[in-house]
């Protein structure tokens, strides 16, 4: 049986905490330089109790970084919080991230954590909040390159896949060689989820933003960014399926694709239909409104670097065009009636069907605003208190917190994730600092964010080791510092 990656991250990862977690020695000889070294899936390469790794030990150093954390821990009036700060801002720089060269360019793979591939969507998110730092420091500016290079090397080796190996010489991950799909060299899955063509634009727009710097819009670039257009448009699928389909062997519904791999039908509508969620579970509708609305707002990033820094006006024009047309598609058939007013729906297939739900994932419908991706205030008010309640089957209440889960940890296990977005979307202090409550609490006196933890008790609780939500947790903290530092006194 393919136990898939969740079934991996039950069996191995909580398995290797059960145990103890221990420092594991990182092989020192016979490396080569330009290839990443990753740590075994199972495995915590260092001693998570005692915090962040020894500073030899850490992936990537910045002494920028380090003022950061110090001048932000300044303005933290709960030392708790503060340590929490400290140990989960720099996650990803300091145990996932496995810089290297290739083709005489920087060349940086972003492993999830405890997982030895690199995820298009994980990655940049993974490092979105060192962004402000990079154009003061240019060993980070460089890292951040090396992961745009990265995704574009994984882009044009297959847009439909959702990760790709840190060694793209490796075999797929285990859970994913014997899938019905067209795999090819340097994939380690390959499920079809918009958002992950998404994230990557997001990540270049916001580097070139911040840093000015146009050295990774090379022509490779340019390239990616032709295809990952061209793939939307095929998953309008105004012209059949498309050539993307996917089955895999599992006791897990949301693991494998029906219609012999190609997804629940949809009328071809103008929105744009993905295999699965992004939290790697399968779409139930394949339109996911939160990914098409995030699309929109990232084709508009692309079309204004294709007019700026490509001098493309037809690759802009093209990708304004389909923003334009999902935006309409979107209006007409992503909003749901309900008794206390319009909301998005979380997925439709054009035919009239809609789910109302929402998922922890990020883009999400809670999300919206944080991926700048909520066209309607009122719409996106409404939705928001649908999403934080009850009315959300996915909504979890209980003595150790509340929050939003999903499917893919199933009932009553909260993602601290939904409870940072809740507070990054807010404007309302006394919600945002129940959030933080809530998110010290889950820590467990652990010293990290976790990917989920059971309503009533904080210590059952799944990925030990998880740096997206690590970092976006350091992302809130030292947003509020810098503009809401009374919130910080929990």
């Not at 709960?78 to 990803?92: E, G, I, V």
């Not at 209980?398 to 990054?424: L, N, R």
């Not at 998880?466 to 809130?476: D, I, R, Y």
Request: charged fraction near 20%; include cysteine; hydrophobic fraction near 40%.
């Amino acid at each position: 049986m393919n136990v898939g990656r969740r079934g991996f991250l039950r069996t191995a990862g909580l398995a290797a905490l059960g145990a103890g977690v221990v420092g594991l020695a990182r092989e020192a000889s016979g490396q080569d330089v330009t290839a990443p070294v990753v740590p075994t899936e199972a495995g915590i390469p260092w001693d998570i109790s005692k915090g962040r790794p020894p500073a030899a030990e850490r992936k990537f150093s910045s002494h920028i970084v380090e003022q950061y954390i110090v001048a932000i821990q300044k303005r933290i009036g709960d030392p708790a919080l503060a340590a929490l700060f400290a140990n989960c801002y720099p996650n990803t720089l300091d145990t996932t991230v496995e810089p290297g060269t290739f083709d005489g360019k920087p060349d940086t793979a972003v492993v999830t954590g405890d997982i030895a591939a690199m995820w298009l969507r994980d990655s940049s998110a993974q490092v979105w909040p060192y962004l402000p730092l990079a154009a003061k420091a240019p060993a980070l500016r460089q890292l951040l390159e090396g992961i745009i290079r990265r995704q574009t090397r994984c882009i044009l080796i297959d847009p439909y896949a959702n990760a790709f190996m840190a060694n793209l010489s490796a075999p797929p991950l285990p859970w994913s060689r014997e899938d019905k799909t067209e795999m090819k060299q340097g994939v380690g899955e390959r499920k079809w989820e918009l958002d992950s063509l998404c994230y990557p634009i997001r990540l270049a727009h916001g580097y070139w933003k911040q840093t000015g710097d146009t050295a990774p819009f090379d022509a490779q670039w340019h390239d990616a960014m032709k295809l990952v257009v061209e793939t939307m448009r095929v998953q309008q699928r105004k012209h059949g399926e498309g050539p993307y389909h996917f089955q895999r062997t599992s006791d897990i519904p949301t693991e494998t694709l029906p219609n012999k791999g190609y997804g629940s039908p949809v009328r071809p509508v103008g929105l744009i239909a993905s295999g699965f969620r992004n939290s790697d579970d399968a779409c139930t509708f394949p339109f996911h409104v939160a990914s098409n609305l995030f699309a929109v707002a990232s084709l508009r990033q692309l079309a204004a670097m294709s007019h700026a820094v490509l001098d493309d006006d037809t690759l802009a024009n093209g990708a304004n065009s389909l923003a334009d047309e999902v935006a309409r598609a979107a209006r007409q058939y992503g909003v749901a009636a309900t008794s206390q007013g319009s909301i998005w729906a979380y997925e439709v297939d054009g035919y009239g069907s809609q789910l109302l739900m929402d998922d922890a994932g990020v883009p999400s419908l809670l999300g919206l605003p944080y991926l700048e991706s909520s066209p309607d205030a009122a719409l996106y008010a409404r939705t928001r208190a649908f999403c934080w309640s009850e009315r959300n089957p996915w909504f979890f209440k209980g003595t150790a917190g509340e929050g939003i889960g999903g499917p893919h940890e199933g009932k009553d296990m909260i993602w601290p994730m939904s409870q940072i977005i809740y507070a990054m979307t807010s404007t309302q202090p006394v919600e945002i600092r129940h959030a933080l409550t809530m998110l010290k609490a889950s820590a467990a006196g652990f010293g990290f964010i976790h990917e989920s933890y059971y309503k009533d008790d904080p210590k059952k609780f799944t990925r030990p080791w998880f740096a997206w939500a690590n970092t976006l947790f350091g992302e809130l903290v030292g947003k509020l510092a810098a503009a809401r530092p009374e919130l910080l006194k929990v």
